[in-house]
């Protein structure tokens, strides 16, 4: 059995990354930790130090992580950010949500940019995505709906 267990962003401010994912989307911090560590064995990048903050849902473990990761080194490659439009590489993380709750949330914070909303031919939010702050495009599908089709 293969299982995706989390996936992992480098923001370019943490922070802020921090509040769009917790505050905004409603993820649960699981994990915040500072590591004395290197990770160039496994990452290909030299650190002393590095913090990460794992985000779930508290009450469900298997649901999916999300990890903002800051490897507060100086090989990090600083590209342009995304542009929230499809493209090569980390293109969407997809999270099953309270839609028009996190859409609400996001437009208080001033987050996420203005969404995109896709409905169905009778004008019913099917799904709506927004943008994190480094560009990557946020899928939001209704809770409990099946993941695949329906």
């Known amino acids: 059995m293969t ?3 989390h996936t992992g962003l480098c923001p370019a401010d943490f922070e802020t990354s921090l509040r769009f994912y917790r505050d905004g989307i409603g993820l ?8 004395t560590t290197d990770v160039k064995p496994l990452l290909g ?3 002393t130090t590095l913090r990460t903050v794992f985000l779930g849902e508290a009450h469900n473990r298997n649901s999916g992580i999300l990890e903002l990761i800051d490897l507060g080194s100086d090989e990090v490659t600083g590209g342009p950010p995304q542009s929230g439009l499809p493209s090569r590489g980390l293109f969407l993380i997809s999270l099953q949500v309270d839609v028009e709750a996190v859409l609400a949330r996001l ?3 001033g987050l996420g940019g203005v969404p ?5 031919p009778n004008g019913d939010l099917l799904a709506a995505s927004v943008v994190d702050p480094d560009g990557v495009t946020v899928e939001l599908l209704h809770a409990g709906r099946p993941v695949l089709g329906g």
């Open 3 to 5: 299982i995706v267990h």
């Open 28 to 35: 649960d911090v699981l994990v915040d930790t500072v590591l």
């Open 45 to 47: 990048v030299h650190t």
């Open 107 to 109: 437009d208080e914070l």
């Open 116 to 120: 995109r909303r896709m409905t169905k």
